[in-house]
């Protein structure tokens, strides 16, 4: 999510163009930290900048993960959750949410180790250490830790890492991040060509570009160098499915997916409710990120998100040992929290990596001055009153995270001046597209709080001159529903963290048209030959310091050109939690309660 050595010193010249590098870059670009953190409203500093990212070594990747004071096993998790989870195979995971779930079942080749302090240290999670590069970091070598086992007591091996990263080639893993195909064997959807389908038919990348040549090792042969390959590893797609016969059923996988994390499904109520216990066979030795302490964590939906606090300010029953991954503190709940010491001590507030668009879909939106009105119009600032005001995150004026390397803070739309939106200048550039009065289909979330920012969205288009066709979405559909290339949306909320700290985490994901598919990022359905070209360019900038503001200049370009998006905020999470949990702290990557420490007192 962005995010010095590694035990080999030999290796650190490469790597450091994806870590040292980083942290040059955080520390010399303008702005996104300092006296903006301060007026945040979080608590402490931005945690998800590169200089608070390192990669460790094979020392760093061992377990078992440190102990912690007072824990103890048993008991049960209560995880308060709004939306269901719309996937549990790793292959198609990528929203904070399932992300956060994912690490109790799920191991990736690499993966982050998180201090108290929100420190992040990359290690190796199913592999030994971070990675071994050669010919110039086209070449990643991994091997496997011993005593690795799935849920079912059988050992895992290279081949059922080969399985993880060979499904993504099928037509139907669209959702998840591609980094690793991508490098392989193509940019956009060209990758899919080299293994149509996938293995399920037996067939298997060449070893020039997937090599197994036994059950501990795995070496990627990337088409380019790409120093940053660590961290692409730690996604949750990059790891292990069983390669067994009959054990991947590919889009069915996500009925169950088969554990090798520390928890295995229970029962699983789609909608409703999830229930993970212990998995026997997960060897603490093995893992340096995650713990087993309580016996279940069970994970209810539908939990709107005032009444998730209301309930834990109460710290009752079954609620005193509550928790959610992702949802938040509100605006209506969160003087109570404050005024109450014992539940303010048993809160956190960070800022998130996540930043908060209204996406416009271009292929509807055909004039650029109507998405320039739209742009204007929007009222940033009355929307994010509506989502946590202060608590909820900071006005946004560019389509970057502070927290990147390069990042500015530019606001070409004057979001932060008129956080009301900019009703004049919306009103002239319809009138000057003899546009006025058309309608735009305007999609959310059928929840509290985005009936209300509905509101305040609706009334600030009609001022500028807009009709405004609501759409209401059941949560549990809406991520599916966005991603889809025949929408019949005009605008919509989107939002975006880097996957790392460095912009090409941001720009190609979200605007290279060449990734154009349902499920995909591209909410904007943007597709500029201009932009796919000059994301190939810095693409091939191996120098992470020179390629920084290259990105950052280019997502000017397209803010301000192509006008496909919208930036209203740049988010925090205000968490809180029952008083008979500890262990509960911030996931500097997710920007969630991260929940591999969590104990029942």
Request: charged share 25%; aromatic share 8%.
């Amino acid at each position: 999510m962005r995010t010095a050595s590694i035990g080999n010193r030999g290796r650190l010249a490469v790597v450091a163009l994806a870590a040292g590098a980083l942290a040059l870059s955080a520390c010399s670009s303008g702005g996104g930290g300092g006296d903006k953190d301060k007026d945040s409203g979080a608590t402490g500093p931005d945690k998800n900048k590169a200089a608070n990212y390192s990669i460790g070594n094979a020392a760093d990747s061992t377990g078992p993960a440190p102990e912690l004071a007072g824990a103890k096993k048993g008991g049960t998790v209560n995880v308060l959750q709004l939306d269901a989870f719309n996937y549990l195979d790793p292959a198609e995971i990528y929203y904070a949410d399932t992300l956060t779930h994912s690490l109790l079942y799920n191991r990736s080749l690499t993966g982050y180790k998180i201090d108290a302090k929100g420190r992040v240290t990359l290690v190796g999670d199913l592999a030994t250490d971070p990675g071994k590069p050669s010919d110039g970091g086209r070449t990643w070598t991994y091997t496997l830790k011993k005593g690795l086992k799935w849920e079912d007591g059988t050992p895992i091996t290279s081949a059922d890492v080969r399985q993880s990263v060979e499904r993504l080639y099928a037509d139907w893993a669209s959702d998840g991040p591609m980094y690793v195909p991508q490098w392989l064997s193509g940019a956009g959807q060209e990758f899919r060509k080299a293994l149509p389908g996938g293995p399920a038919k037996g067939r298997h990348l060449p070893a020039s570009v997937l090599d197994t040549p036994d059950p501990q090792t795995v070496v990627f042969h990337f088409k380019a160098p790409h120093p940053d390959a660590p961290y692409a590893m730690a996604m949750p797609n990059i790891g292990a499915v069983p390669a067994a016969p009959g054990k991947d059923t590919g889009v069915k996988y996500n009925n169950r997916p088969m554990a090798s994390g520390p928890y295995k499904f229970a029962e699983i109520k789609p909608g409703k409710t999830i229930s993970l216990v212990r998995n026997e066979n997960w060897d603490p030795k093995t893992d340096p990120i995650r713990h087993q302490y309580v016996d279940e964590f069970q994970i209810d939906f539908g939990i709107q998100e005032s009444d998730m606090t209301r309930r834990i300010l109460a710290d009752r029953g079954s609620d005193k040992t509550a928790m959610s991954f992702s949802n938040a503190v509100t605006t209506d709940t969160a003087q109570a929290v404050l005024a109450d010491k014992a539940a303010k001590s048993r809160t956190f507030q960070e800022i998130q990596p996540y930043e908060d668009y209204m996406a416009i879909n271009t292929r509807r939106i055909k004039d650029k001055r109507v998405r320039q009105a739209i742009a204007y119009a929007l009222p940033s600032g009355q929307i994010l009153a509506q989502v946590g005001g202060r608590t909820g995150g900071v006005v946004a004026g560019n389509l970057m995270s502070p927290s990147l390397a390069g990042w500015q803070d530019t606001d070409p739309f004057g979001k932060k001046k008129f956080p009301g939106g900019d009703i004049a200048k919306a009103k002239k550039l319809l009138e000057e597209a003899n546009a006025v009065g058309t309608t735009l289909v305007y999609a959310y979330k059928n929840d509290e709080i985005y009936q209300k920012v509905s509101v305040v969205v609706t009334q600030a288009l009609e001022r500028a001159g807009f009709k405004v066709e609501k759409k209401e979405i059941d949560g549990d559909n809406l991520r599916d529903e966005i991603s889809k290339v025949d929408k019949k949306i005009d605008i919509h909320r989107a939002s975006w963290g880097a996957d790392w700290p460095v912009g090409s985490t941001v720009v190609p994901p979200l605007f290279d048209g060449r990734f154009i598919t349902d499920g995909s990022q591209n909410y904007w359905l943007l597709n500029d030959p201009e932009v796919n070209k000059e994301i190939d360019r810095i693409n091939a900038v191996q120098d992470v310091d020179q390629a920084a503001p290259q990105w950052f200049k280019l997502s000017e370009k397209i803010l301000t050109e192509d006008v496909p998006a919208v930036p209203i905020f740049y988010n925090q999470q205000y968490s809180i939690w029952g008083s008979g949990l500890g262990g509960v702290k911030y996931h500097s990557v997710y920007g969630t309660a991260d929940p591999t420490s969590v104990f029942v007192k």
